[in-house]
Nanobody
Framework: QRRIAESGGGLVQPGGSLRLSCVAS????????IGWFRQAPGPEREGISC???????NVADSVKGRFTISRDNAMNTVYLQMRDLKPEDTGRYYC???????????????????WGQGTQVTVSS
């Protein structure tokens, strides 16, 4: 059964850092695009970053220069390194996967077909 699971969230002070992990089980991430999303209280899920099969990536303007996405196929894991965290980064962070799509990756939630349960990130002093 194909599953992905996030970890690494927590409570951090403004200016701090966290690294989130998205680990796949039951399948190999080699041929999957992975996206990271976050959801603050409310219905909207914001696309943060995505990474393609060949390692190319996109990053939302709201986190550009602070968040970095990377993948380690040997570990079957995609990471989201978050630096200089701000209170507005607070939310539940999700990773999602989609199999071998054409073109560059997208940070559009509807593009993905498999989601993890999320990990909570709270930025507060």
């Amino acid at each position: 059964q194909r599953r992905i699971a996030e970890s690494g969230g927590g409570l951090v002070q403004p200016g701090g850092s966290l690294r989130l992990s998205c680990v796949a089980s039951g399948f190999s991430l080699d041929d999957y695009v992975i996206g990271w999303f976050r959801q603050a209280p409310g219905p909207e899920r914001e696309g943060i970053s995505c990474i393609s099969i060949d390692g190319t990536f996109n990053v939302a303007d709201s986190v550009k220069g602070r968040f970095t996405i990377s993948r380690d196929n040997a570990m079957n894991t995609v990471y989201l390194q978050m630096r200089d965290l701000k209170p507005e980064d607070t939310g539940r962070y999700y990773c999602a996967s989609v199999y071998d799509p054409p073109g560059e990756c997208k940070t559009t939630a509807g593009w993905y077909d498999k989601w993890g349960q999320g990990t909570q990130v709270t930025v507060s002093s």
